[in-house]
């Protein structure tokens, strides 16, 4: 299980905030943890999908999108903060995520 | 000096030409999903591409994705129906073979997603430029289906049998940087840069070469594929034949 250190969460954070930023045509500082991916961003499941293979590349991490699939079937990630939060157990956990069960 | 293009509009494709080049454009809400395997009627096809001589066409994908793939929810829709789905496969197949035979440089140029029906379609071009984020897959493995418009054909003729196995059976995503290493495209460019490389990779290719030329190049070779040897040799020397006619020089 790779450590979650603070500075990483600071990287995945921001770079998880430039992306949206970027793919959705957003000024950065009118996103917030709270901004919905679909309702205010008019975004979909497909970002997320590219989000997760940039993440994926950056840090080398061994990740099957089936198993993120299985884990954000239990818990979805539907703002800004839930997917930043997915993000950081993705970093812990790669394709062990999938045996987390539901997170509350 | 670049001509206006003027844009046609079927179902869910646009087309245009930008100097003798096509751009078929799928544009189907944001993730431009194939809702049948012949997302373009062939025979309109085949009116447009017949509108003007081009060097070449570009298949692309309105927005941040290529194409997502089939719509799965018509598929079930149509399960018990297996007459109507086999008949919707042949008629996509049929697409698919055009355009892979076409006499002209094809190109996909993908960007964001290029998954199942939207990788067949990728994979029918002689060529395949990728944005940075780009993902291929052919995912149809993990909802207990597979590839089927020649998905099983042309991947392993393009990268290997090993791989494409490999590729198709875990149903796993594959990004621009390793499609690029295995051969599934060509180059990668920057993001948003996808389209503009695909028609410089033509503008290149055709440099300084007639129509004619390249189809008959394309059509040889085209041929070499499809038919024996003999048969294939026997073709070159009569388009061989014909081009000396146009030969260069004293």
Redesign the interface.
């Given at each position: 299980m790779a450590k979650l250190t603070q500075e990483i969460k600071e990287e995945l954070k921001g770079l998880i905030f430039e992306f949206f930023a970027e793919?959705c045509g957003q000024e950065i500082d009118s996103l917030e943890n709270e901004t919905n991916i679909i309702d205010d961003l008019?975004g979909?499941s497909?970002?997320f999908?590219?989000l997760i293979?940039?993440i994926k590349?950056k840090y080398s991490l061994n990740i099957?999108?089936?198993s993120i699939g299985k884990y954000l079937l239990k818990n979805p990630a539907e703002t800004i903060g839930q997917v930043i939060e997915t993000s950081y157990l993705i970093y812990e956990h790669e394709n062990e995520i999938v045996n987390l069960g539901h997170i509350a | 000096m670049i001509s206006q293009p003027k844009e046609r509009k079927h179902g869910i494709v646009t087309f245009t030409t930008i100097n003798q080049i096509g751009v078929l454009t799928i544009d189907n809400g944001s993730q431009n999903k194939i809702p049948q395997p012949d997302f373009i009627e062939l025979n309109l096809l085949k009116e447009w591409l017949a509108m003007q001589e081009l060097k070449g066409l570009v298949i692309v994908g309105q927005g941040r994705h290529f194409s997502a793939g089939a719509d799965v929810d018509n598929i079930k829709a149509n399960r018990n129906k297996l007459s109507y789905l086999e008949y919707a496969l042949e008629c996509g197949k049929e697409l698919l073979n055009y355009i892979e035979a076409l006499p002209m440089i094809t190109v996909a140029a993908i960007s964001g997603a290029c998954f199942g029906g939207g990788l067949e379609i990728a994979l029918s071009c002689q060529f395949r430029i990728a944005a940075e984020n780009s993902m291929l897959a052919f995912p149809e493995s993990n909802i207990g289906i597979m590839p089927g418009l020649a998905g099983t054909i042309r991947l392993p003729r393009i990268i290997g049998r090993r791989k494409a196995l490999e590729i198709i059976i875990s149903g796993r995503t594959i990004s621009a940087e390793e499609a690029l290493e295995i051969g599934l495209i060509d180059e990668v460019v920057s993001n948003k840069q996808h389209l503009a490389a695909a028609i410089q990779l033509i503008e290149r290719l055709t440099d300084n070469r007639s129509i004619q030329q390249i189809k008959y190049i394309l059509r040889s070779i085209n041929t070499s594929i499809a038919n024996n040897e003999t048969a294939a040799m026997k073709n070159e020397g009569e388009m061989f034949v014909k081009l000396v006619k146009n030969l260069k020089g004293d």
């Open positions: 793919e008019d979909d497909l970002l999908v590219e293979e940039l590349k099957q999108l089936q | -």
